[in-house]
């Protein structure tokens, strides 16, 4: 496909607000309603394009996650697939750096987590997982930093955060005819759990799509990590970084890992660099993602459901 700075512009917009209307969505890319539209059918029709709901992990009471780096004996993509079929795994790639294959891990207690990371280290191929658990998730693209607000869900509203997982823009007419609702109602529901924090609609694109270029993860050690995550310090200016697209802290080999992004390898060569310079950083490990295999936020683990 043959794509231009308006397809980026609207991929950009999509990854802000998913359910943007296409009305707004022509206004800010300076296209007609149709046309617009059309884009952004076709960018879904490639499977350049995800738009999905993301659930609250809190919602979902998957509040233990961890980043863990797998090492392999033989080819890592058998790995690599293997822990994208587990329930826990919503991020996996395959990269280039000390460990082959990269995932992400979010379950309901530390006692789920070890049986995942127990169930990973006997898969065939796995030479060693490495086990990263989070204290806090400072950046997330898809996840608002503060708490969901107290919300008593459901069963309509859970039928609405079911149906919204894997299409985030689905109509409100189709959507109400799932829920037997009437459209105005189920808009009002909608936006009421949006509203609360308890879910976002975004678009997830792969990485190297649509030049977006670079996405490379990364695993920093602090001096003082206590001093480092007070108000100004070098936590929150990594966080504040435009290229930095996610960090959690954690304890285990690294205080905090994270992701950064950008148009080319020159661009996120220059956010490391700025990284490395930060008072307090006096390690840094990077590895590229090279395929991804799995980002997959949508789970049907949803409490009381």
Not at 104 to 130: C, M, Q, Y
Request: proline content about 6%; some cysteine; glycine content about 10%.
């Amino acid at each position: 496909m043959q794509l231009d700075r308006t397809d980026l512009d609207l991929v950009h917009a999509l990854q802000e607000d998913g359910r943007l209307t296409y009305e707004a969505l022509a206004g800010r890319v300076g296209l007609s309603r149709a046309a617009a539209r059309a884009r952004v059918q076709r960018l879904l029709d490639a499977g350049l394009v995800r738009i999905v709901g993301v659930v609250h992990p809190l919602v979902l009471g998957r509040t233990t996650m961890a980043h863990m780096a797998i090492g392999v004996d033989g080819p890592a993509a058998p790995v690599a697939r293997a822990v994208a079929g587990l329930p826990e795994s919503v991020f996996v790639t395959m990269t280039a750096g000390r460990a082959p294959v990269v995932a992400e891990l979010r379950t309901d207690s530390f006692a789920s987590l070890a049986a995942a990371v127990a169930e990973v280290g006997r898969l065939p191929g796995v030479r060693a997982v490495d086990v990263a658990p989070y204290t806090r998730v400072v950046k997330d693209p898809y996840t608002p930093a503060d708490e969901p607000d107290p919300l008593d869900l459901d069963r309509i509203d859970r039928v609405i955060l079911e149906a919204l997982q894997p299409d985030g823009r689905m109509p409100f007419a189709e959507l109400a005819q799932r829920i037997g609702l009437s459209p105005g109602a189920t808009r009002a529901r909608t936006l009421r759990l949006l509203d609360a924090g308890v879910f976002r609609v975004v678009a997830l694109v792969r990485p190297g799509m649509l030049g977006l270029g670079q996405l490379t993860g990364f695993a920093l050690r602090l001096t003082d990590p206590a001093a480092a995550a007070g108000p100004g310090g070098t936590v929150e200016r990594i966080a504040a970084h435009d290229r930095v697209q996610f960090v959690a802290a954690c304890v285990g080999r690294a205080d905090l890992v994270g992701t950064v992004g950008g148009e080319s390898t020159d661009d996120v060569l220059a956010a490391l660099e700025e990284l490395r310079a930060l008072p307090g950083v006096h390690d840094v490990e990077t590895w590229l993602h090279l395929d991804m295999v799995k980002e997959r936020y949508d789970t049907h683990l949803l409490n009381g459901a």
